[in-house]
């Protein structure tokens, strides 16, 4: 079992930009699919981006060309360069890994969206 942790979460003014990052533990990331999932207050969890193994990449649509997201195997991290920053970004992201039917999740890092 992997453990994910996030960081990077801020206060950032409408229009700026951020990048949260996700470590994980072990030596098996290279061959983990990872992906950004978000919760705002009193939503559900949404799926945001995911990279593959082979570094294959997709978006949600209300992220898609302002979100970018990358992995460097060297430092089993996951990276979410987030730009052009809407008041609806706010949320806790999450990242998860995924192998085969195991899953884990990190703790969340808050991003809060606001002038």
């Known amino acids: 079992q992997v453990q994910l942790v996030e960081s990077g979460g801020d206060l950032v003014q409408p229009g700026g930009s951020l990048r949260v990052s996700c470590v994980v533990s072990?030596?098996?990331?290279?061959?983990?699919?990872m992906a950004w999932y978000r919760q705002a207050p009193g939503k559900q969890r949404d799926w945001v981006a995911t990279?593959?193994?082979?570094?294959?990449?997709s978006y949600a649509d209300s992220v898609k060309g302002r979100f970018t997201i990358s992995r460097d195997n060297a430092k089993n991290t996951v990276y979410l360069q987030m730009n052009s920053l809407k008041p609806e970004d706010t949320a806790v992201y999450y990242c998860?890994?995924?192998?085969?039917?195991?899953?884990?999740w990190g703790q969340g890092t808050q991003v809060t969206v606001s002038s």
């Open positions: 072990g030596n098996i990331f290279r061959f983990l699919t």
């Open positions: 998860k890994s995924i192998r085969g039917l195991q899953a884990s």
């Open positions: 990279i593959s193994t082979s570094a294959a990449t």
